[in-house]
């Protein structure tokens, strides 16, 4: 396995944690997370602010990679996303690319259906 292949599968494991440092020490300073739905997030701060949306109203995670790839430095990853949130069960279908640059993530889009989401998580 390589090195940015098992770069991902640390950060993903930092997510089922529920760890937001850790996470965020997975990012390079400019870093852009682009959740395709919605309008890409750039820099650090901005990206913690999303990343902790999702982990801190989550009572659990489990993001399961199903299968992953790499080319050059960008690691392919399917996942089924799990949560917990207000005791309800959210399962999401993602397929996501991580730009791997002097070993931390410069770039991470995730591809996903927007509607299964909220179909999940309407309150």
Known sequence: MSDQTQL????ISKFNEKDVDGIMAFF???AVYHNM????????EGIR????FFVDRADTI???ITHIAQTDNTVLTERIDRFIIKGNEVVLPIMGA????????????D????????RQTAD
Do not use: C, H, N
Not at 37 to 44: A, H, I, N, Q, Y
Not at 111 to 118: C, E, G, L, P
């Open 8 to 11: 991902v599968r640390d950060f």
């Open 28 to 30: 390079a300073e400019d």
């Open 37 to 44: 739905p919605s309008d890409p997030v750039t820099g650090l």
């Open 49 to 52: 602010q999303l990343v902790s």
């Open 62 to 64: 489990d993001w399961e």
């Open 98 to 109: 991580f730009e791997i640059r002097d070993g931390k993530i410069a770039a991470w889009r």
């Open 111 to 118: 591809y996903f259906d927007m509607a299964t989401w909220q």
